[in-house]
């Protein structure tokens, strides 16, 4: 590609930017918050017309069947196909729809997408409608000054990426849309910075843990036993002995933030004795010895460590309490597993990214892994897909805060980056 081409195409990218803007508006706009899933169907639909616009073929595919998929929830996605004049690779930009609770603390409107010195603000507007906006105006820009490229070029908004994927691109790679021979390039416009390439992520395992006693009134509680007591050793347990345990392993992976170099655990939730009430009601809850409780734990892993030796570590505490405390009795069940991934340094998008980073940014691209796993665990596992990166726009501590926001420069500098990407591994050599 020619420099005079390249300044057309980036040109474009400028003469779009308003466009850019009022697309990622629109998208903040529309409520798909997950749980339990509300307004997939609407994403996609606008999507869909937006991209059929553009000469894009469209597919709305439901993940019947799929985890918290419903009828009164279903789990809706979209993938927009565009051949060009010949045939070759597909460059894929891959985005989740869903965004996650909106929580306290906000003080702009959370679906407003208000416009302010620079940054667009909302639920959503930097994890992740804004690289979805942005990977969208690429497209769109690289075809209209690039009508005879060869290949294809794919944009998909996928379903329930904050609660695990399985009705999004976990589905969908069930179904084949990430097989290598069909789809040669992934880039998901994940928030890590717009000088960022992200190769990978750490794994993850959740867990319940249950501990178990005896009910009996709560006036006489010798006569029963404490399950919230037993889970109360645990903990301690924990405190003593796993997370110091887990501060000593660290990974040669380049993980950000430092913090998350090392192996992590987080008690998510915890609960133990009778059901909590709805909100509504007023009485006094009844005086009974807790018979069961019940902890999440989100056990983040590193590449350099296997996960059968993560969950004996864990059994491994458990059956000493067992060993030292009367009546000591737990279950643990798996919820969720993932194993880490990271694309090689080497790969043809990386390098690709990386060096449109260069031209657009004009310094070299830092190249990180991400601390939480996102839509590439399903790309690499279940697509066999390993030629897969993580470049987008966004601050990656701004994803799931208050006043959450996306920088309009940022957008526009990724769209180039993006943009150029397309031209490199999509036009023909000379």
Known sequence: MTRVTEKQLLDEIDARRDDLIALTQDLIRIPTLNPPGRNYREICEFLAERLGASGFTIELIRATGAIADSAKYPRWNIVARHNGARTGECVHFNSHHDVVEVGHGWTRDPFGAE???GRIYGRGACDMKGGLATSIIAAEAFIATHPDYHGAIEISATADEESGGYGGVAYLAEQGYFDPARVQHVII???LNKDRICLGHRGVWWAEIETQGRIAHGSMPFLGDCAVRHMGAVIDQMEQYLFPLLAGKHTAMPVVPDG??????NINSIHGGAVEQ???YTGLPVPCVPDCCRIVIDRRFLIEE???EVKREVTAMLDQIKAQRPNFKYEIRDLFEVQPTMTDRNAPVVRTVAEAIQKVLSRAPEYVVSPGTYDQKHIDRIGKLKNCIAYGPGILDLAHQPDEWIGVQDMVDSA?????????LLLPKP
Do not use: R
């Open 278 to 280: 709805d909100a509504d």
């Open 115 to 117: 416009l302010d010195n």
């Open 416 to 424: 180039k980056v993006m943009a150029l990407t397309l031209a490199e």
């Open 189 to 191: 416009p994940e928030p």
């Open 306 to 308: 296997d996960i059968a």
């Open 260 to 265: 998350a170099k090392q192996s992590t655990l």
